[in-house]
């Protein structure tokens, strides 16, 4: 109790103009920033993946099984944070069991179940049947049992039911792409639609998250693909992560485009809450929105990237330029999610006061907690790709 | 059909029923009869301990505090708000009494300035109103309303007040510079008291002609700046000509 006196007068100090007493400090912490980042990560992965079944961009294919793989391990990380940030993980199952169609978020459950169940966990089954078929017949010891266990059953290697597994395939992610929006939209729509948050409150708010989410999947892959690719010592596919780096820019110029538009829509409106959203972007928010955000995150990768699509570089240099623009593109979509989460609960309902939100180093809301959560989504990525290798080569070629 | 269809739809509908059978153990029974939650939750809430009585139980022993109060401001402030949950007080009165806060303190978590409260809403400066004095001396919370009109000019303008008594002019009372009817204090801003408004006034008794007594401190009203007002640099709830003379 002492403790959470001496916080609550440390946040009092940094308290400026009116505040109520509820909201000197913030209820959602860091761990709902890292949720809506993770998700994004998700819906970008996956419909990076979608791509090249749907809209047949045969360069991305080296990514293609990367991407599904990559979807399912921040997947699986996606709802950890909000369960540790509600505590009583026990529980959570109960919004399954007793479904309340009226909550958005209840509805979360059942979105995600569907996305992993019907979406992912299947387009992965037939991407991968043939292999495991063949890898629960070739290899021993306990990744035998988890092979012909993943089978199901089905060990029909017939030319007829190869060509179902790809029609399967493609039909499923054409069902998976407004899935991955329904998902990620969601998230959007959590925040959108909290109408006494004047930060929030917003119909654009499902739409920015989306292609926010795009853009980070994007960036995402263009980095995993040039580590993975430099530990595996094989040569990277210019063309490949040209086109990436192509997709990459375009979605940055619409996502940046749609949050444009969301601003000056804000300051057209000009609602009683347009003073103290000033003040919070200029004190507050400066380092994190302004700088981060909008300067380093999305105006020089978009500059960067306009670049490489205008000169002739050579290829040293592009991968380079690839590099940093994605990992800037990282930090500027965690920063997207932190502006909006953290900086909707900095200023006052009354609009006449902001407050400050002090982050705990070991708690259970802590920045441990949320690194763990960042990093594990790669620790499962790791054991994923060990069992299930996205790259060609390792593909299973069957003879004919 | 092929193969792995039909695995595979044995194996979601494999797992559509133990999800229903899991759901048929772990949900409440009791779950949805009323509305969506369990209602055997009702149970668990009732056998807590009560610890408010309500206003009602008050009412049955103070009924002539209860009438008092439904006719005052506080009509709206349940008895409990002030003297804490009184369950244990309705068992047994003797043993348990509940407090009634008397400390000035109390009364300005509601009434103590603050900008977000409703316009029209009584609000003081805990500061300036009255210090020292506990609120209930002059306000009885079961009808607040002052019982007579503040006499004197200090329960409002204590700072004012409070300056003057240690100025030179403190045995002047208010009324020797402004003239405040009656109505002023009643409707304060409505009726607002008179102000002096010119050199001569101050002069009545401090110009070099002025009748009063030798030793309050005399200027040449002529000669003395003559271009301005006199509260333009002497504060007149706290004058420091004295200071001035002994120059």
Redesign the interface.
């Known amino acids: 109790m002492e403790k959470s006196f001496e916080r609550l007068a440390i946040s009092l100090k940094e308290v400026a103009g009116f505040i109520y007493p509820n909201e000197i400090e913030l209820h959602w912490s860091i761990l709902i920033v890292v949720y809506p980042y993770i998700t994004g990560l998700v819906a970008g992965a996956f419909i990076l993946a979608s791509l090249e079944r749907v809209f047949n961009v045969k360069e991305v294919e080296p990514t293609y099984r990367l991407s599904l793989l990559t979807a399912l391990a921040f997947l699986i990380v996606a709802p950890l944070p909000l369960v540790a940030h509600l505590g009583h993980p026990e529980r959570a199952f109960e919004i399954f069991l007793t479904p309340n169609f009226r909550s958005a978020m209840a509805m979360f459950g059942f979105v995600y179940a569907w996305y992993l169940l019907v979406v992912l966990l299947v387009e992965l089954w037939f991407e991968y049947r043939k292999d495991i078929v063949v890898w629960s017949k070739k290899e021993k010891g306990l990744k035998r049992i988890i092979y012909l266990v993943l089978t199901l059953g089905a060990s029909d290697l017939s030319e007829k039911s190869l060509r179902f597994d790809k029609k399967a395939g493609k039909i499923i992610t054409i069902i998976g792409v407004p899935s991955a929006f329904l998902l990620h939209g969601y998230v959007g729509f959590i925040f959108g639609s909290v109408k006494a948050n004047p930060w929030w409150s917003s119909v654009l708010m499902p739409v920015v998250f989306l292609f926010s989410a795009i853009v980070s999947g994007i960036a995402l892959m263009i980095l995993l693909y040039m580590v993975i690719t430099l530990f595996r010592k094989k040569p990277i596919e210019m063309s490949c992560i040209d086109k990436l780096a192509s997709f990459l820019l375009y979605a940055m110029i619409l996502d940046f485009s749609l949050e444009n538009l969301d601003f000056i829509h804000r300051i057209y409106e000009s609602e009683e809450s347009i003073k103290i959203l000033y003040q919070l972007l200029i004190s507050k928010l400066f380092i994190s929105m302004v700088v981060i955000q909008i300067l380093l995150g999305t105006i020089v990768p978009m500059v960067l990237l306009a670049w490489t699509k205008l000169g002739h570089l050579p290829d040293e240099l592009r991968r380079l330029i690839y590099f940093c623009s994605a990992i800037l593109t990282l930090i500027g979509i965690f920063s997207i999610r932190w502006n909006v989460v953290i900086g909707g609960q900095l200023f006052s309902k009354s609009l006449r006061g902001l407050t400050t939100y002090k982050m705990e180093l070991l708690g259970i809301e802590g920045l441990l907690v949320a690194l763990f959560f960042l990093v594990l989504p790669f620790i499962i990525l790791y054991i994923l790709v060990a069992l299930f290798p996205p790259w060609k080569e390792a593909e299973v070629k069957l003879e004919t | 059909m ?7 739809f ?2 979601a509908i494999a ?1 559509i029923i133990i ?1 229903f059978i899991v ?1 048929h153990y ?2 409440s029974p009791s ?2 009869l009323f509305g ?1 939650y369990r209602a055997a939750s009702l149970k668990t809430v009732v056998s807590q301990e009560i610890k408010y009585a309500g206003e009602i139980a008050c009412t049955e022993c103070h009924d002539d505090i209860f009438t008092l109060k439904e006719k005052s401001y506080h009509r709206g402030v349940a008895c409990e708000v002030c003297h804490s949950p009184a369950y244990a007080h309705t068992q047994d009165p003797s043993e348990h009494k509940p407090p009634a806060p008397r400390k000035r303190a109390y009364c300005p978590l509601c009434h103590g300035y603050n ?2 409260r409703p316009t029209g809403f009584p609000q003081i400066d805990p500061v300036t109103h009255n210090p020292g004095n506990p609120c209930i001396s002059c306000h009885n919370p079961h009808d607040p309303t002052p019982p007579v009109t503040p006499q004197g000019c200090e329960p409002c303008h204590t700072q004012i007040a409070r300056t003057k008594i240690v100025s030179p002019h403190a045995p002047l009372p208010c009324t020797q510079c402004h003239i405040a009817k009656e109505e002023h204090k009643l409707n304060p801003r409505v009726a607002l008291p008179s102000k002096p408004r010119n050199r001569e006034f101050c002069g009545q008794c401090h110009s070099q002609e002025a009748e009063s007594s030798p030793e309050i401190p005399r200027v040449d009203m002529k000669s003395h700046y003559s271009g301005f007002l006199c509260w333009e640099c002497h504060y007149p709830h706290h004058p420091e000509a004295r200071l001035k003379k002994e120059e």
């Open positions: 092929p193969q792995q269809i039909k695995y595979l044995g194996l797992l999800f759901r772990l949900m779950f949805g969506h900008p977000t």
